[in-house]
């Protein structure tokens, strides 16, 4: 076996393969001369062997985790706010949005007492899903930004 | 090292909202991640951005991530897409800006050998400033199979293309590497 590298081995190698080849290639002058006169595009390869500066890196991975939030915090907030939006609206509650004019909700009936929940109204569109179930009436409001 | 088994663990955890797992996984893929984006987009402040941007999203989407699937196809997608999307608001008509001479200069030059280490560094100035007259898709499809050393399967899984537009697209851009060299840099070959 020749303890040179064929270029053409090193064109259809890939992965961890390809990485020993190029490390040879990388020091050894016959080896990126036969290269070269192969294609010398294939030179190109061995900027896989030069590392990142590690202070790149680092400034990459502390910018990223000053600027994630738990996924927690948010989403059952939204769960919360749109559930809650339900079973008042059912239960014949009115919510009140300013700037939002929900579908008249029929009064369910007298025995119910009212109540008014405040809401304050988030940035994003509000979606509303409207249906009867029987003698109860089901408003549903969406709105990822509401707050309770 | 890690295995795919500990991988998808870091991966379920960071899935779940963990930030140090999450952390971890950061840290494992960081070099990936900024390498390809800087030999796309051809600068290391960019290429930082870029990858900023990948692991925020990584983030927000990561339990969407189907654990059949394998992770790095996955990020390298989310990477080249956002290099190219990053280049085609840069630049007009979705083609790069040529690079300063010292463009490259940027990039640390590894062991072992100081000609090894001079040889490298004239090899990356030459890649950003050859390869800025390559197409986006070229240039993302030689970085992937010829730089980060991808198969021609996984490289056509990435940019979601087949195979053989990943073999054209190839054929195309070492062409044009090929031709500049032997025009500008006679003396490599």
Redesign the interface.
């Known amino acids: 076996m020749s303890p040179h590298v064929d270029p053409r081995e090193l064109d259809d ?3 961890e393969a ?2 020993v080849l190029l490390e040879h290639v ?2 050894c002058r016959a080896c ?1 001369a036969a290269a ?2 192969y ?15 590690a202070a ?2 680092d ?3 502390q ?3 000053r ?2 939030e ?3 915090r948010r989403a059952p907030l939204r769960a919360v706010a749109a559930a809650a939006a339900v079973v008042a609206l059912a239960s014949g509650v009115s919510i009140f949005l300013p700037g939002f004019e929900p579908t008249p909700v029929t009064p369910l009936a007298a025995v119910v007492p009212r109540a008014d929940v405040d809401v304050a109204p988030g940035g994003a569109v509000s979606q509303v899903v409207d249906f009867t179930v029987g003698d109860t009436q089901v408003v549903m409001v969406y709105n990822a930004e509401l707050q309770l | 090292m890690r295995d795919d088994l500990d991988l998808n663990e870091l991966i379920r955890s960071a899935a779940r ?1 963990d ?1 140090r797992a ?2 971890d996984l ?2 494992l893929k ?2 990936r ?3 390809t984006a ?2 796309i987009v051809g600068d ?1 402040e960019d ?2 951005d870029v ?2 941007g990948v ?2 999203r990584l ?2 989407v990561l ?1 969407r991530f189907d654990l059949e699937r394998r992770f790095d196809t996955w990020l390298y997608r989310i990477t080249v897409n956002a290099a190219i999307d990053f280049i085609r608001d840069r630049g007009p008509k979705g083609f790069l800006q040529p690079l300063p001479e010292d463009a490259g200069d ?5 062991q ?2 100081p000609d ?1 280490v001079v ?2 560094e004239r ?2 100035k030459t ?1 950003l400033r050859l390869a800025a007259a390559l197409a986006p898709k070229q240039r993302a499809v ?1 970085v992937l199979k ?6 021609t399967d996984e490289v056509a899984r990435v940019l979601d293309i087949s195979e053989s537009t990943v073999r054209n697209h190839l054929h195309q ?2 062409r044009i ?2 031709e500049a ?2 025009r500008e ?1 006679p003396e ?2």
């Open positions: 190698a890939s992965g390809r990485r990388a020091a990126r070269a006169a294609d010398p595009s294939l030179l190109f390869a061995l900027l896989a062997l030069a590392p990142v500066p790149v890196l400034a990459v991975s910018d990223v985790l600027r994630i738990p996924p927690s | 909202g930030q999450f952390e950061v840290v960081r070099e991640v900024v390498r800087f030999q290391m290429a930082r990858a900023q692991f925020l983030w927000r339990q940027r990039l640390a030059s590894a072992p050998g090894v040889d490298r090899l990356q890649f030689f010829e730089i980060e050393g991808l198969d851009a070492r590497l090929r060299i032997r840099h490599w070959s």
